[in-house]
């Protein structure tokens, strides 16, 4: 990745005061795109099978990398919205966690995954303070070993069982849905051309 694109010194740094408020936490159940599209991104969970979700995690991630060379990366667009680059950051984030369910998935019978708090992270790892470039490339390294893990996959694992905490069953073909409408959402909350 070339890094030139990213300003030096980062102008926009200060555009997230150190201060700024956590983002109030996303208490929705996103399972239900599962069952039909969504409305806000147009994401379609039926026309997904497990043996497309690389390609298009690999056709998503320059998408992000472009965002993260924004001037405006880390300007919040309201206080209760994340910044592209906290989107980007959890994004990074959700490829590194969904590759572990989906290694458990294959390899285990019928795993609960550990629990996630997306929004802890996103305060804990201070996403809003983040360097672009460094997300850009954590993000391209994370999107290519989740791809490549969907792109491993043989038919007869597509149903193999997973568990979330909540109790929400997975297959593979529906984590590879769920997984898939979460990376094609946030291209849709960053404005992605």
């Not at 239900?32 to 995690?57: K, Y």
């Not at 994340?82 to 959700?94: G, I, K, N, T």
Request: charged share 25%; proline share 8%.
């Amino acid at each position: 990745m070339d890094t030139s694109e990213f300003p030096d010194g980062d102008p926009a740094q200060d555009a997230v005061p150190a201060d700024f408020p956590p983002v109030p936490a996303d208490t929705k159940d996103w399972t239900w795109v599962l069952e039909r599209p969504c409305t806000e991104c147009g994401f379609v969970p039926g026309d997904v099978a497990p043996d497309q979700v690389g390609a298009a995690v690999r056709a998503a991630v320059p998408r992000y990398v472009a965002v993260l060379g924004r001037a405006d990366v880390r300007t919040r667009p309201d206080a209760t919205t994340w910044s592209p680059l906290e989107y980007a950051a959890h994004v990074r984030d959700v490829f590194s966690i969904f590759d572990v369910r989906l290694q458990s998935m294959v390899e285990g019978d019928d795993p609960l995954f550990a629990n996630w708090d997306q929004d802890a992270a996103a305060v804990e790892q201070d996403y809003a303070h983040q360097d672009p470039a460094v997300v850009a490339r954590e993000l391209e390294i994370a999107g290519d070993r989740v791809a490549g893990r969907f792109d491993a996959l043989v038919p007869d694992q597509w149903e193999r069982p997973g568990r979330r905490s909540n109790g929400s069953v997975f297959t593979v073909r529906t984590l590879g849905q769920y997984f898939l409408h979460d990376v094609i959402h946030h291209l849709h909350d960053v404005r992605a051309a």
